[in-house]
């Protein structure tokens, strides 16, 4: 199969042949119909992630269909359609085949996103950046009819964390998202939906962004440095830029939380207590859950989320790739897998 392979951090794609994967006992194998380019690959690709595996093949947000099942597959079918996110294996989930050892203490109080031994698909497992991907059918997802596959592939990671972060934010009326990109363009149709408020923050001077904003229902939209009109009770801050945990902080109101949804992040700047005080809360968001994926997929048709995305061929990646760092992106970019 063709797969983009990096080789070393620092380094562009490279378009390869390699063997087509074998899917073990309780795995599916799925022919890749598409796959977002996630914020996270990038952080993979520019060394911001430490110890990935390598070769590896990038990709997370990962959908196709199946076309061979391994051994003591019980929950799906060749030719169904299904989402492979980031979240690949976790103790927990090996703790569920007999003769399964201990297991660590997250996943053993229903933690499974904060697994000490958990792996990553695109990152410590191969992921979705070629023509057949292998998953473990236990942290896969049936994707919801009425979503065309390019259209369905950013809620598997953009989606999913998108989606951790608003539930850590809390019952927020008023609620500030910071970088309106691939998760904040879901994020902010849910909390539409829900009946909150929202205020977005986006790239000083990025004008196209603050309309895409607004059309998706925001209230207020306006430059990251930019004081809200409202103080807000939650903000959730996608954007890989440790400056905005103050700047959110100041924006919040006494009780509200900032919810850091990314998964790296720039230097937070020191900031006066002042800012901090009035049990003000910071809080990160790691990983996903199996639960937060069946509960995307429940409501996401109910929105109904409608996606936004630029797509690519599997060839272009590192043109995505460049494109996403450049923020060039509006929405969510994806690879068409032909």
């Not at 994707?143 to 990671?157: K, M, N, S, T, V």
């Not at 945990?245 to 006494?254: F, I």
């Not at 859950?289 to 997929?297: I, S, W, Y």
Request: net charge negative; proline share 7%; aromatic share 8%.
């Amino acid at each position: 199969m063709v797969a983009m392979v990096l080789d070393k951090p620092g380094r562009p794609l490279r378009a390869v042949e390699v063997d087509d994967p074998e899917p073990g006992p309780g795995q599916i194998r799925v022919k890749v119909r598409a796959c977002g380019v996630c914020r996270t690959d990038l952080h993979l690709v520019d060394g911001e992630l430490v110890n990935p595996k390598l070769p590896v093949i990038p990709g997370h947000e990962i959908v196709g269909e199946i076309d061979r099942l391994g051994e003591r597959v019980t929950l799906f079918r060749i030719g169904e359609r299904v989402g492979i996110p980031w979240l690949g294996w976790t103790c927990g989930g090996a703790s569920e085949q007999p003769g399964a050892g201990t297991v660590c203490r997250y996943c053993a109080s229903g933690r499974e996103n904060l697994c000490d031994n958990a792996k990553f698909h695109g990152y410590t497992l191969d992921g979705g950046y070629a023509e057949y991907a292998v998953a473990d059918e236990r942290y896969c997802f049936a994707i919801p009819d009425g979503y065309p596959d390019a259209q369905a592939a950013p809620l598997l990671c953009a989606g999913l964390i998108g989606y951790r972060s608003l539930r850590m934010a809390g019952d927020a009326t008023k609620l500030g998202l910071y970088g309106f990109g691939a998760a904040a363009h879901i994020v902010a149709q849910i909390a539409v939906y829900e009946g909150r408020e929202v205020y977005a923050f986006v790239k000083p001077g990025d004008r196209e962004g603050a309309e895409f904003a607004r059309s998706l229902g925001a209230v207020w939209a306006g430059d990251s440095d930019e004081v809200p009109p409202e103080e807000l009770d939650a903000a959730i801050i996608f954007a890989p830029v440790g400056g905005l945990v103050p700047a959110a902080l100041k924006a919040v109101a006494k009780g509200g939380t900032v919810v850091c949804g990314g998964i790296h992040m720039s230097e937070i700047p020191s900031f006066p207590y002042s800012i901090l005080w009035g049990e003000r809360v910071i809080r990160s968001v790691a990983n996903l859950t199996r639960a937060d994926g069946e509960g995307l997929m429940h409501i996401a048709p109910q929105v109904p989320i409608k996606t936004h995305v630029q797509t690519y061929p599997l060839e272009a990646a590192n043109e995505a790739l460049s494109d996403l760092r450049e923020g060039r992106v509006v929405g969510a970019a994806v690879l068409v897998v032909q």
